[in-house]
């Protein structure tokens, strides 16, 4: 046991392998980080009121970014941790990314579900393995397909693109 | 060779053999612990991108409602705490300069200093949940909520919005330049934004309430002398969970009060 030979080390002399190192952070760089996340803040409340329309949302996850790996880095001393506690915690972020990723390329393609139905938002035509004369704008009010939509749609639906599950028995 | 009941320093657990590698468990530990945490409010931060590329419209109208200096002086306040959080780490890593002439100490160090750090961090998490409170207060009066109750103040389905409903709709529609259809041309899912919008601010709240007393009570081990320049890893990790605090409001509230 690493214990006993080190049974004397609490009062002066030790190795490093008996004790840990922390970094210690100065009041100074404590304040600049400070400082560039009220920054950071002040330039996210700017992009928004120059109005950015569809890149708002782009520029505010940039920005909240930019300004979490300040927090960690600096407040958390990512920079200065194991490099196995830096993979463990970095790596959520990685699954935050696919779980983020897929779902929204699933959600975001297939358009709203209205009574079972779906139309692609991106282009205005049904999405596989849907066929119904109706669709929600986004805005709750329920219109009538334009006839070109509906037309693709039937064209779509044939192409076996979507087969039925028991149609597919592997 | 040391017996069992006196293998090391008092704050050396009996099952760890060395202060190194009771502090490298606590680590992994903590950071094992946040990265579930960043997980768990993932799920949150998916529900709202769906949602949000579903019904922009509804998210703009909804976000114009809040009240982004309040949001804003409240990202501050976190920011501060951080800083206060950090500071306390470094006040106690330093621990006590027994023995440093006066003009040699390093400046705001030592335990003293590291339990008014952890105060001034714990009344800037009071600070931030009255005004939470405030825009909360605000909201369920005017009847601005989820689901089902949207229009109906304290979630009394018999009750009907007051004026500012009406008022204050008009001007979050004029000022995101909304003009299509739903009810008295009001997007129908600005529902569905309040939603996600209480439960994302909720559970962000329900963690800065955790956080004042996880750091009240190491604050109050810290005064009585439980930590030093050698052992305070509790101050590190209760800091470390604080910071995860701030650096989800740091998402929250672009993504809530500062949509186009």
Same mark, same amino acid.
């Given at each position: 046991m690493a214990t006993d030979a080190h049974a004397h080390d609490e009062h002066g002399e030790h190795d490093d392998d008996y004790h840990h190192h922390q970094h210690i952070a100065s009041i100074k760089g404590n304040l600049i980080i400070f400082g560039a996340l009220l920054l950071c803040t002040a330039l996210t409340v700017a992009a928004y009121?120059? =109005?950015?329309? !569809?890149? /708002?949302?782009?520029? %505010?996850?940039?920005?909240? @970014?930019?300004?979490?790996?300040?927090?960690?880095t600096f407040f958390m001393h990512l920079k200065y941790e194991q490099r196995f506690n830096i993979l463990f915690f970095l790596g959520s972020f990685l699954f935050v990314g696919v779980f983020v990723g897929y779902t929204l390329n699933d959600t975001?393609? #297939? @358009?709203?579900?209205? $009574?079972? =139905? #779906?139309?692609?938002?991106? /282009? @205005? =035509?049904?999405?596989?393995?849907? %066929? %119904?004369?109706? %669709?929600? !704008?986004? /805005? @709750? !009010?329920?219109? $009538?397909?334009?006839?070109?939509?509906? !037309?693709?749609?039937e064209e779509a639906e044939p192409d076996g693109e979507e087969p039925e599950p028991e149609a597919a028995p592997e | 060779m040391a017996s069992h009941a006196h293998h090391g320093p008092d704050y050396l657990a009996h099952h760890f053999d060395t202060p190194k590698q009771q502090f490298d468990a606590a680590k992994l530990g903590i950071w094992a612990f946040l990265a579930q945490e960043i997980l768990f409010f993932s799920g949150l931060f998916v529900a709202y991108g769906i949602f949000r590329f579903w019904y922009p419209a509804a998210f703009s109208v909804g976000s114009h409602l809040l009240n982004w200096q309040l949001g804003g002086l409240n990202t501050c306040v976190l920011l501060f705490s951080s800083w206060t959080a950090a500071m306390s780490v470094r006040s106690a890593q330093i621990g006590e300069q027994k023995g440093v002439p006066a003009d040699k100490q390093l400046k705001l160090a030592g335990r003293a200093w590291t339990t008014r750090f952890m105060l001034i961090t714990i009344v800037c998490a009071f600070g931030f949940m009255i005004i939470k409170y405030m825009e909360y207060s605000h909201k369920f009066h005017a009847g601005f909520l989820p689901g089902q109750y949207w229009g109906h103040p304290y979630f009394d389905l018999a009750a009907s919005a007051p004026a500012e409903f009406a008022e204050e709709l008009r001007a979050a529609i004029s000022a995101a330049a909304y003009t299509g259809g739903g009810e008295g041309g009001v997007p129908y899912h600005i529902r569905s934004f309040y939603g996600i919008y209480y439960v994302m601010t909720g559970l962000h709240g329900i963690h800065v309430v955790i956080g004042i007393f996880l750091i009240a009570w190491i604050a109050m081990k810290n005064h009585k002398g439980a930590f030093s320049a050698r052992y305070n890893t509790p101050v590190d990790i209760v800091a470390l969970y604080w910071h995860l605090v701030d650096l989800v409001w740091i998402f929250l509230f672009p993504l809530l009060y500062l949509i186009d």
């Open positions: 009121k120059v =109005r950015l329309g !569809e890149a /708002n949302l782009f520029v %505010a996850i940039f920005i909240a @970014g930019i300004k979490a790996s300040l927090v960690c975001d393609h #297939r @358009g709203d579900d209205v $009574q079972g =139905r #779906r139309i692609d938002p991106s /282009n @205005g =035509r049904w999405a596989f393995g849907t %066929a %119904a004369p109706i %669709a929600d !704008e986004g /805005n @709750g !009010e329920f219109i $009538q397909l334009p006839p070109e939509a509906a !037309e693709a749609a | -």
